[in-house]
């Protein structure tokens, strides 16, 4: 018995019938078996009634047309009736599809997905060891960087007319600091209204109003001017200088300037140490002002103090020292912002997403570093009395 079933009965472009014996379903595929009529010949196959029949074929050698649409629909249609218990032999097709049906039946297989059961405390320590070893190489590589540096800094200072760049150094300086006057000066007088705001409702309590401008002169200029700065500048140019340089070695330019003769440290970092260096003490100053000035604001319309009084105040709260201690901070945040930053933009490989890892990784480090300095000076400042 045979039973013919079109797809599209219009031009019966892709069809097919089924030839039934008692022991035996047969499968003819005739016409063009074409993603065009892929949807219509899958709800037909899957209507196929398979009956009880224990062997079944599949014969293709009558098609005219085969695309991988096709190819997967009587691939489909052996599985499915492999799965139902039948005995379904090769699909037969012309020679020329052969190396098709192949792909679509073994190479398109998804492998079995295998579970490896982790030990969790074994996997915690892995990742402690990973990680461990990975931070000290980093360490000792931009330690190693650091002499190198050095001693590029001290042929500079030494024969400047040969190594420094003074058209570069002007330009990162304008880059690192006259650029970043907005920002810094912004969130530093909005650090300087929350200081003063938080201070002052705390001293409210034991009617030390007054005191709250020692507070924000101390803790801003011997602490949270430099550290803040020094922060956002970590954000904004250090992560600069990383993409910067990043994006000449995936481009393949520092490897040109080096096929040329060219001193890659003198070129690239020094003009951006150098320039970061003169400008974050001045950053600094200003990040300080903005502060004070932001707390100024504060203590006049929340305490009543007017600016006489308020620097009358600050006069006898801080001294040279308290400005200097947060001043002299600021060239060696500087100098270790700027060597991260264009350390790891030397370690960019030759891809994009080496280039985004590397920044945010520079961003990390400049700013870690920079607490943990912050933290030395402190310890050091008290230790010896200032």
Request: proline share 2%; glycine share 8%; charged share 20%.
């Given at each position: 018995m045979s039973t013919a079933h079109d797809a599209t009965p219009s031009d019966a472009r892709a069809r097919f019938r089924m030839e039934r014996k008692p022991r035996l379903l047969r499968l003819v595929a005739e016409g063009q078996w074409t993603t065009k009529d892929a949807a219509k010949l899958d709800v037909a196959l899957r209507g196929i009634d398979v009956g009880d029949a224990v062997d079944?074929?599949?014969?293709?050698?009558?098609?005219?047309?085969?695309?991988?649409?096709?190819?997967?629909?009587?691939?489909?249609t052996k599985r499915e009736w492999e799965g139902k218990g039948k005995r379904v032999a090769p699909i037969a097709l012309a020679e020329m599809y052969g190396s098709l049906i192949h792909s679509v039946e073994h190479e398109h297989t998804a492998p079995p997905v295998v579970i490896h059961n982790r030990h969790t405390l074994e996997a915690f320590v892995t990742r402690i060891g990973k990680a461990t070893i990975h931070g000290a190489k980093q360490g000792l590589g931009i330690l190693g960087y650091l002499g190198r540096v050095t001693v590029e800094v001290t042929e500079a200072i030494y024969h400047p007319r040969g190594n420094?760049?003074?058209?570069?150094?002007?330009?990162?300086?304008?880059?690192?600091g006259i650029n970043a006057l907005p920002i810094v000066g912004l969130l530093s007088f909005?650090?300087?209204?929350?200081?003063?705001?938080?201070?002052?409702?705390?001293?409210?309590?034991?009617?030390?109003?007054?005191?709250?401008?020692?507070l924000l002169g101390v803790g801003l200029l011997r602490e949270l001017g430099g550290l803040v700065t020094a922060i956002i500048v970590a954000g904004r140019s250090g992560s600069a200088f990383t993409a910067q340089i990043g994006s000449m070695r995936v481009n393949q330019?520092?490897?040109?300037?080096?096929?040329?003769?060219?001193?890659?440290?003198?070129?690239?970092?020094?003009?951006?140490?150098?320039?970061?260096?003169?400008?974050?003490?001045?950053l600094t100053f200003y990040a300080d002002i903005m502060g004070l000035i932001g707390g100024a604001v504060m203590c006049y319309f929340d305490?009543?103090?007017?600016?006489?009084?308020?620097?009358?105040?600050?006069?006898?709260?801080?001294?040279v020292n308290t400005f200097m201690v947060g001043l002299i901070k600021a060239p060696v945040f500087a100098f270790i912002i700027s060597l991260v930053g264009c350390y790891e933009g030397?370690?960019?490989?030759?891809?994009?997403?080496?280039?985004?890892?590397?920044?945010?990784?520079?961003?990390?480090?400049s700013i870690f570093l920079v607490i943990v300095l912050d933290a030395g000076f402190s310890i050091m400042f008290s230790i010896i009395g200032i």
């Open positions: 079944a074929e599949i014969d293709g050698t009558g098609l005219e047309k085969l695309d991988s649409a096709g190819a997967w629909l009587l691939v489909r420094l760049r003074v058209a570069a150094l002007v330009h990162q300086v304008e880059e690192t909005l650090i300087g209204i929350v200081l003063a705001y938080q201070g002052a409702d705390q001293l409210k309590r034991f009617g030390a109003e007054v005191f709250t401008i020692n330019e520092i490897d040109a300037m080096q096929t040329i003769g060219i001193n890659t440290v003198d070129a690239l970092v020094l003009p951006r140490i150098i320039g970061l260096v003169i400008a974050l003490p001045f305490l009543g103090i007017t600016i006489p009084v308020f620097m009358r105040q600050l006069q006898e709260a801080v001294s030397l370690q960019v490989e030759s891809n994009a997403a080496s280039v985004g890892r590397l920044t945010t990784r520079s961003v990390v480090e």
